[in-house]
């Protein structure tokens, strides 16, 4: 008699805290957009491009901390990570000009890569049985989710009290603080023999050489523009933007009294609205075949990004939208690892994913970045918010030529 394979282990709930913590701080960059800027009399474009280049470098940083977890292990790329983004951190609270924040980014970009999806999914999804690996992923995918429901309040909370950089230094030290997990990270191999015998250049030609790869990274593309623009711009969209809130209404009873606020609320409503769709993608992804889910996502947020910016901009639509979005938000990333993990293995999932990610990531820069310049120049986010549609509408399509099978595994 077999014993069935347990849904929650050590290594879930390990890889869950570090992202949820992880992904709490990255979320809450675009509450600083307006502070900083103030601050100093910057353009919207400067700290935009800071952001970018921490999206950029987060990409860059993926891959090669995915070979590095494979080649050294786990819990020393991840202990290099999390140095890395409190390093960051904490010497971006002493940055006085443009050049310096964008240049620290790249230290913060890097702990993110570290101590992020590429690394941890890679870990959870090794230690799952094929049973649960779909649903694992979906569940560590949402513990980042929960991160971001709580970081940027409490990014918009720690600024009412303290200055920017103070708050820099406490996000500094709460990225060292899930260093205290790494025990619980001890993933057992389960990988097949062909994938053991197999070299990580044997791996990387067979994917390279595969039209599939090059389709997902393609479609992962626009999921990291829309996501890298609404999280660093969104929280400023809002402020200036939605029409005033009701003293008298529902969010001023919840102590939501300016669009400031709702701003800082909004991006947390996506995380939280994006538990329930990132599990609910997680557990379609193990009846139906990805790349029809991953298309039917980008459908939708297409759907939901148009109506939101042809609509006028209140209170409740701005909250109807961070809903309906959120269920969209990282629905892509379970089936997406989930993708790679089915067509090429578990062995070299982390590397291979973080080529994918690569991709991603440089639609975050995009987004990031022409989200402030086009800002400056047009006073409005109207045009980036049209181009991130029409890259989403992109994703559906190129989803669907994806071969979804298994690779034969050539060892060296």
């Known amino acids: 008699m077999t014993t069935k394979a347990p849904l929650f282990t050590p290594v879930l709930i390990g890889g869950c805290l570090i992202l949820m913590v992880g992904f709490a701080i990255r979320a809450a960059f675009g509450v600083f957009q307006i502070p900083i800027a103030e601050e100093f009399g910057w353009l919207r474009a400067e700290f935009s491009l800071a952001i970018a280049i921490q999206n950029l470098a987060w990409g860059i940083g993926q891959p090669l901390f995915g070979a590095l977890a494979e080649k050294f292990g786990d819990r020393r790329a991840i202990i290099l990570g999390a140095l ?13 000009t443009p ?17 992020g999806f590429g690394v941890i999914l890679a870990v959870v999804g090794r230690a799952a049985s094929d049973e649960h690996r779909s649903l694992t992923l979906g569940i560590a ?9 709580f970081g940027p309040p409490l990014a918009e909370i720690l600024l009412g009290y303290f200055p920017w950089q103070t708050v820099f230094v406490i996000f500094a030290a709460m990225i060292l603080s899930t260093l205290l997990f790494l025990p619980l990270l001890r993933s057992p191999n389960v990988a097949s023999r062909a994938e053991l015998e197999q070299s990580m250049g044997k791996a990387l030609t067979q994917a390279f050489r595969d039209p599939s790869f090059t389709l997902i990274a393609a479609g992962f593309f626009s999921c990291g523009y829309q996501l ?20 008298d209404g529902y969010l001023a009873a ?13 991006i947390g409503v996506i995380g939280l609205a994006n538990i329930i769709g990132t599990l609910t993608a997680a557990w379609a992804g193990k009846r139906w075949r990805k790349k029809y889910l991953l298309a039917g996502i980008y459908v939708a947020r297409t759907i939901v990004a148009a109506g939101f910016i042809v609509m006028p901009m209140t209170p ?5 939208f961070s809903m309906l979005m959120g269920s969209l938000w990282l ?9 790679v993990a089915h067509i090429y293995g578990l062995r070299y999932m982390g590397t291979l994913y973080g080529l994918v990610f690569l991709s991603h990531q440089v639609g975050s820069f995009m987004g990031v970045w022409l989200g402030g310049r086009l800002y400056d120049i047009y006073g409005n986010y109207n045009l980036v918010w049209w181009v991130g549609i029409g890259v989403g509408a992109f994703s559906a399509v190129v989803h669907l030529p994806i071969r979804e099978r298994q690779l034969n595994l050539v060892p060296t």
């Open 316 to 320: 409740a639509s701005v909250l109807i």
């Open 228 to 247: 890298g623009f609404i999280t660093a711009h969104f929280p400023a969209m809002v402020t200036e933007m939605c029409g005033a809130i009701s003293p």
């Open 331 to 339: 629905a892509t990333v379970p089936l997406t690892s989930g993708l």
């Open 84 to 96: 890395a983004y409190a390093a960051g951190l904490l010497l971006s609270s002493f940055a006085v």
């Open 254 to 266: 919840l102590g939501v009294t300016t669009t400031s606020a709702l701003g800082a609320v909004a």
């Open 99 to 115: 050049g310096a924040h964008q240049m620290l980014e790249i230290l913060v970009g890097f702990g993110i890569a570290g101590t």
């Open 141 to 149: 995918t949402a513990a980042g989710s929960l991160g971001q429901v």
